[in-house]
Structures are given as C-alpha cells and as structure tokens.
C-alpha cells in the first residue's frame, strides 16, 4: 500500500526518556554513519507505541532516539533503530520520511493488575521484553511543550544517490500521560540496546493520543 505523508495517527503507547551516555550511545546506539558524526547527545528516548489507526492501518512500533544530533546549522532529534509490526509501514517510512524501519512481531498484553507485558521479537527471537504498571494521575502531554521538536533522517528512497540527502519532519501530537513504572527488562543487544543499563528520567505510559507526520522538508 502506497501512503504518501501527511499521516495521522492515533494510539497507546510507553515513552521511557533518557539521557544515554555517549559510550553506551557508541556502543549500541546503532549509529548510521551520517548520524556518527552528527551525534550530541543530551535527551534521547525509547518508544514502544501500539498505533490503533493510521493511514496503513493498525501497527506497533519500537524505536530508539539516542539524542540530538547537529547536521550543519540544524540540531534535531534522529531514530537510529526502529522496527515496526506491519510491512507497509516499514515501506512507506523509508519511503515517506527516511525512517530505517525494520519489520519485528510484537505481543502486547494486560494484565489484571493493570500493567501491560510487551514482548517484540523477529523470526521467532524475542530481543526485547519488559512489563509497565501505570501509576499516579493523568494529566495532558503535548509536543507543543518541546518547541522545535524535530526528526532528520537520511533519505532512503534513493539507493546509490550522491549526495544521499536528508529529511527533515516536524511531527506533533498530543494525548494522556501517567507516569510508569518499569520492570523486568530483558534486552538481546544484537537487535537493539539494553535497556537494563539505563536509569531513567522519567516513563510515561500514553493514552489516547493523536499524532500528526507532515510532509518531510528536503535538506
């Protein structure tokens, strides 16, 4: 299915934010070379979002934002490693938006006590699992409270393409949050970094949300 930007999303989702040490960054950050480079640092961020509509239909995804990234006078966040649960999603984000989505089963599951078991697997290999308890008041979450808030990506729809280019996208949304609490993190760090070694800043478990992907900006 071909699905040309603008997108709009909507969905649950966990939003574990970090600030991820640049060795560990280095180490298992999954750097594409033009983001090696460009690499910063400060915030980055994991997301695991079950996405109930979309413009190619339900999906899940799981991506790893190691930080802000400074390509020439722009600084932005970039996605280093990403896998979605749906075929034409992985298709239309590198397509779309320059996003290296990889295709990965996920299995998401809630349990009696309210939290929710996440298990993300590819070929049969589970590589990340973890369990999230919200707890605390809900309380509204918006992109509008981090002006600028802004992904580059390397185009991926020109293979063999000098030079490759980048792709600039300004996404918002806006849903409800409480905070989470994380346990049972199981991570294989051939498929994405290990979670275990991190101490977050905050976890957020997200409802409801509405998210908007524009037409990238050429760079």
């Known amino acids: 299915m071909i699905a040309p930007p603008p997108w709009t999303l909507t969905g649950d989702g966990l939003i574990l934010i970090a600030h991820f040490p ?5 180490a298992q950050g999954f ?5 090696q480079t460009a690499y910063r640092g400060w915030i980055g961020t994991v997301m695991l979002v079950d996405y109930k509509t979309s413009a190619v239909g339900p999906y899940r995804e799981l991506l790893f934002i190691p930080g802000l990234f400074r390509f020439g006078d722009t600084t932005s966040f970039s996605i280093s490693k990403i896998y979605v649960s749906s075929e034409d999603s992985v298709w239309n984000g590198r397509q779309n938006w320059g996003i290296p989505k990889e295709f990965a089963d996920f299995s998401f599951e809630t349990n009696a006590d309210g939290s929710r078991s996440i298990t993300v697997s590819q070929n049969g290999q589970s590589f990340l699992s973890l369990r999230a308890k919200p707890w605390g008041p809900r309380f509204p979450i918006t992109t509008k409270l981090m002006p600028g808030f802004r992904v580059m990506q390397e185009r991926l729809d020109r293979p063999g393409y000098e030079p490759p280019g980048l792709l600039l996208t300004r996404p918002s949304a806006s849903g409800a949050a409480r905070l989470s609490t994380l346990s049972g993190v199981e991570t294989d760090i051939r498929f994405f970094p290990d979670l275990s070694q991190i101490k977050p800043l905050a976890v957020l478990s997200v409802e409801n949300f509405r998210m908007t992907f524009p037409v990238p900006e050429a760079r």
């Open 22 to 26: 640049e060795p560990f960054v280095r």
């Open 31 to 35: 750097l594409a070379p033009y983001q």
